[in-house]
């Protein structure tokens, strides 16, 4: 069964783009959630999308945003970027459902806001 | 003030050595403990998972939680270079009806074993 996949794995932007990452979740999941991480603030949730709709959402600037498709397949986009964006960006996958379910993360997108 | 602390390391041992690496929480609505382990370049894995208090073992791995002190801990027997890693504890609270989708990070221990 294939992993959870991301792109791009690296990204370059310059202060004030946007940029969109992309999320394939592990077939048959239909729960994914992202994630920043920085060498200060660690891991932090950014937001969860199950069945096309924002389940939970962390404390992020509305720059921040997300979608969910139909076949669960998740983007997030990022807008007017500021130096302090720089992270590697994690999404995760999970069956979902009424009970803890584990979450499977993907590699990863490096971004660098220069 | 986080939500869960971690001791930030970084840690050094010999290979054979038992580590302990711990996490607090503030936040008494957290219900589900987990491990996971993270190597350079790569996203994190699930190691260990628990929901009551007390202890779990997998292996050369053993969870331990107290709910009471709002403590847990993960221990690693007989380490080896392998085991280098960045470790993380996490935690899911289902306060408000809040689904499992949602994993609080503590700041991760980043470990070193040598041969």
């Known amino acids: 069964k294939a992993g959870v996949t991301q792109t791009p794995r690296y990204l370059i932007k310059t202060r004030g783009q946007q940029v969109t990452l992309s999320c394939s979740p592990i077939s048959g999941h239909r729960s994914v959630s992202w994630y920043q991480q920085t060498p200060g603030q660690g891991l932090q949730f950014l937001f969860e999308y199950f069945s096309e709709t924002q389940r939970n959402k962390g404390n992020f600037p509305g720059r921040f945003s997300g979608r969910q498709f139909s076949n669960s397949r998740s983007e997030m986009n990022v807008s007017t970027l500021e130096l302090g964006d720089s992270a590697l960006y994690l999404c995760?996958?999970?069956?979902?459902?009424?009970?803890?379910?584990?979450?499977?993360f993907g590699p990863g997108t490096r971004l660098t806001v220069l | 003030q986080k939500e869960v602390e971690q001791d930030p390391g970084p840690l050094s041992v010999p290979e054979g050595a038992i580590v302990s690496l711990n996490c607090t929480y503030s936040?008494?609505?957290?219900?589900?403990f987990m491990w996971y382990r993270q190597y350079s370049r790569k996203g994190p894995e699930l190691l260990m998972y628990t929901y009551s208090s007390g202890n779990k073992e997998d292996g050369r791995f053993t969870a331990q939680v107290d709910k009471s002190s709002k403590y847990i801990s993960l221990f690693i027997r007989d380490s080896q270079p392998s085991d280098s890693a960045t470790y993380l504890c996490a935690m899911i609270s289902r306060a408000g009806g809040t689904s499992y989708g949602k994993l609080t990070f503590g700041q991760g221990t980043i470990l070193t074993v040598h041969p």
């Open positions: 936040n008494s609505a957290f219900q589900y």
């Open positions: 995760a996958s999970s069956q979902a459902g009424g009970s803890y379910n584990e979450q499977f």
